[in-house]
């Protein structure tokens, strides 16, 4: 679930906002992540770096690949920006469907992100809910 979850804050981050703002080079990346409904339950932090090319600026699918994720299981839609800042919903189909928000707030070489995702697991009457939080800033170049 950690490289999934980055992967689809990068995904959504790159495709709709940073085409035109973000720089190429070595990012690194923390996210940590946890269950609200099941205390004590929290993974991370976790960080990974993450060499994006100026190919990848200027098509940001590419950065998804680079970290196994397959852009087309996610959707993204009530897209508002405002300034540096990004708010959206997420629906991802799968084994296990997962809907949710977030927000992403951005310069041109750093970006926090917000991720809240909701899941019900096959046959389970609960709903499994995840709070991710990310940060990522650029270290120079690859």
Same mark, same amino acid.
């Given at each position: 679930?950690?490289?999934?979850?980055?992967a689809?804050?990068?995904?959504?981050?790159t495709?709709? /906002?940073?085409?035109?703002?973000?720089?190429? #080079?070595?990012?690194?990346? %923390?996210? !940590?992540?946890? *269950?609200?409904?099941?205390?004590?339950?929290?993974?991370?932090?976790f960080?990974?770096s993450?060499?994006?090319?100026?190919?990848? /600026?200027?098509?940001?699918?590419?950065?998804? #690949?680079?970290?196994?994720? %397959?852009? !087309?299981?996610? *959707?993204y839609?009530?897209?508002?920006?405002?300034?540096?800042?990004?708010?959206?919903?997420?629906?991802?189909?799968?084994?296990?469907?997962?809907?949710?928000?977030?927000?992403?707030?951005?310069?041109?070489? %750093?970006? !926090?992100?917000?991720?809240?995702?909701?899941?019900?697991?096959?046959?389970?009457?609960?709903l499994?809910?995840?709070?991710?939080?990310?940060?990522a800033?650029r270290?120079?170049?690859?």
């Amino acid at each position: 679930m950690k490289t999934s979850t980055i992967a689809m804050i990068l995904g959504l981050t790159t495709v709709s /906002v940073f085409a035109q703002e973000m720089q190429p #080079g070595q990012w690194e990346i %923390t996210l !940590s992540m946890t *269950t609200p409904n099941a205390p004590g339950q929290s993974f991370g932090p976790f960080t990974q770096s993450y060499c994006i090319s100026p190919a990848d /600026v200027a098509d940001p699918t590419r950065i998804l #690949g680079s970290v196994g994720a %397959t852009p !087309s299981t996610c *959707t993204y839609s009530n897209q508002q920006t405002s300034g540096n800042s990004l708010r959206f919903e997420i629906s991802c189909q799968g084994a296990v469907p997962l809907n949710g928000s977030g927000q992403t707030s951005w310069t041109t070489d %750093t970006m !926090s992100t917000t991720l809240e995702l909701s899941a019900r697991m096959q046959n389970e009457a609960t709903l499994l809910s995840t709070s991710s939080r990310m940060s990522a800033r650029r270290i120079g170049s690859c």
